[in-house]
């Protein structure tokens, strides 16, 4: 599918991304979800713990932009050169989290992002600048790398450690 550009192919896009990985991460067993082995040794339960966390980041964001405030993007003490590191912190404090309530958290927050994205006016949404916080980037910009971007590249990721892990 290609990137969107509109709150119409936004939305279908979020919808479909979340349809596949839920049927990807209906098909894992409680073992398989939280064994690790992804490049990252990561588990399929800390790839959906990782969208989550990046999901409430972006909410973040979005929250102290509305108040008027200048939100630290991506993390205070982090530049977007440094989100392996930052990758890294959101994996340890999410470690022990179980897949059902990372998913639970990711439900909620794309609900909420809905919201974001529904109380946008569609003729601003995808104009670069527009939100301040966003420098000269576009708040869809933004959302497809929350959303659609970020549920494609944890299906992707999943579906590539089933096939190391059969």
């Not at 992804?38 to 972006?58: G, R």
Request: no cysteine; charged share 25%; hydrophobic share 40%.
């Amino acid at each position: 599918m290609p990137r969107p550009r509109t709150r119409d192919d936004l939305m279908a896009a979020i919808e479909l991304s979340i349809t596949a990985l839920d049927e990807t991460l209906d098909g894992l067993t409680p073992e398989q979800a939280a064994a690790a082995g992804t490049p990252d040794d990561w588990s399929p339960k800390d790839i959906v713990a990782h969208v989550d966390a990046w999901a409430a980041m972006f909410l973040g964001w979005w929250e102290a932009g509305e108040r008027g405030d200048r939100p630290a993007v991506p993390a205070p003490g982090f530049k977007w050169s440094e989100t392996p590191a930052l990758n890294a912190q959101i994996f340890e404090a999410n470690r022990t989290q179980p897949l059902a309530g990372a998913r639970r958290g990711l439900e909620t927050r794309l609900a909420r992002i809905r919201e974001v994205i529904d109380a946008t006016p569609p003729d601003v949404l995808f104009v670069r600048g527009h939100v301040g916080w966003t420098g000269t980037s576009s708040l869809g910009s933004y959302l497809v790398s929350a959303t659609s971007s970020h549920l494609e590249w944890a299906r992707r990721e999943i579906r590539a450690w089933l096939k190391a892990h059969p």
